[in-house]
């Protein structure tokens, strides 16, 4: 019923900064803890940032200070503000919500990713 679509990924030199979104369509009625996790080859699945409906925020020691988490409920959306890139920020990074259904019942959904490659 909720489908998650991530953008923004792509190639950037290291330094340099990256926008990631995360648009959430279907039958919502309300998500609350939304996440960006990430991926590289080889390692497991890590969560970098979450973000809930309070807006209160948490980050991954490896991105804090550089990274920021963001959404806007109008538009059903997540964000990942990436500045100061680094090699090591290579990864596929995955959108992750947790929905509430009418009635009652949590339920937790996974985008499909977007690719990041920080060259040095």
């Known amino acids: 019923q909720v489908q998650l679509v991530e953008s923004g990924g792509g190639l950037v030199q290291a330094g340099g900064s990256l926008r990631l979104s995360c648009a959430a369509s279907?039958?919502?009625?309300?998500?609350?803890?939304m996440r960006w996790y990430r991926q590289a080859p080889g390692k497991q699945r890590e969560l970098v940032a979450t973000?809930?409906?309070?807006?209160?925020?948490n980050y991954a020691d490896s991105v804090k200070g550089r990274f920021t988490i963001s959404r806007d409920n109008a538009k059903n959306t997540v964000y990942l503000q990436m500045n100061s890139l680094k090699r090591e920020d290579t990864a596929v990074y995955y959108c992750?919500?947790?929905?509430?259904?009418?009635?009652?019942?949590?339920?937790?959904?996974w985008g499909q990713g977007t690719q990041v490659t920080v060259s040095s």
């Open positions: 973000i809930t409906s309070g807006l209160s925020t």
């Open positions: 992750n919500a947790d929905h509430v259904r009418d009635g009652g019942g949590l339920y937790n959904y």
């Open positions: 279907g039958s919502i009625f309300r998500i609350n803890t």
